[in-house]
């Protein structure tokens, strides 16, 4: 058994999560920490799930799954809310031990992008309907965070 697939002891949980919310404790309800900020606006963060950087040597069957896993992550995640109207801004956070490249970054970015892009209905292309930035933070566990937000007047 691989140690993506060993679920973590609760008070890890509780510390991950509590390091990726900068010290504030968030609910332990699921791997998945969600809000609505406003409206036009949708704020997901997913725990525990680590963007692999593609200079990762792996078999690209282990790769497959890891985006795979990723991918059912996020679209959970994002399932209880509905898009804002287009167009839109999305920042995608890298949560790591460490940063990397800008480069690597946006590649290890790419199953999530491509699961919020479906999500929206939109090809991840489209540059005059969705604009997606991806920045790094230090945490003391991986994660991902997602901000998606209606911009007015971007066509």
């Not at 199953?111 to 230090?138: I, K, M, P, T, Y």
């Amino acid at each position: 058994m691989s140690h993506e697939d060993d679920a973590p002891a609760p008070e890890d949980e509780q510390t991950r999560r509590q390091a990726l919310r900068g010290g504030a404790l968030c609910e332990p309800a699921s791997t998945a920490a969600a809000r609505v900020m406003a409206a036009g606006r949708v704020i997901v963060e997913v725990l525990g799930l680590e963007p692999k950087s593609p200079n990762r040597h792996t078999h690209y069957l282990t790769q497959a799954r890891h985006v795979r896993r990723a991918r059912k992550a996020v679209r959970e995640a994002l399932a209880p809310f509905t898009p804002p109207p287009p167009p839109w801004r999305v920042a995608l956070v890298r949560f790591g031990l460490r940063t990397l490249d800008d480069d690597n970054a946006t590649a290890s970015m790419k199953g999530v992008r491509d699961e919020v892009a479906s999500w929206l209905r939109v090809n991840d292309g489209d540059r005059s309907r969705v604009h997606f930035v991806v920045v790094q933070e230090l945490a003391a566990a991986y994660g991902v965070g997602i901000g998606i937000e209606h911009v007015e007047g971007a066509r």
